[in-house]
């Protein structure tokens, strides 16, 4: 996180938890990692409204354009929802290579686009 965030990009938390945001802020803030925006359920039902009840998450809905996911299920919603995702797995032994890679590359396709 924090070689992303020394790169230039953004760093967001994106939970299911019912966690407070100030709560997930201080945690992060414990490992020196100051975060773009939290997005806790609460936000998700608000933000997202009717729509929150097909899909766990959505980041397009805030603007984001990787998810980085441990769940298979989150990766099956970006396929349908059309957002771009990033499945890692706590066994995997590079995963922040990997991660970082894949922010680098997809961050060079987006520039493209504009």
Sequence with gaps: MKRLKAEGHQVFIYTTSFRSASYIRWLFLTY????????????HNRTLAAEAKNFSKYPPGFGIDLHVDDSKGVEMEGERFWFLTLLVSEEEKQWQERVIMHVNQNAALLSQDL
Excluded at 32 to 43: A, E, F, K, V, Y
Aim: no cysteine.
């Design 32 to 43: 020196g990692i100051w975060l773009g925006g939290i997005i806790n359920q609460r936000r």
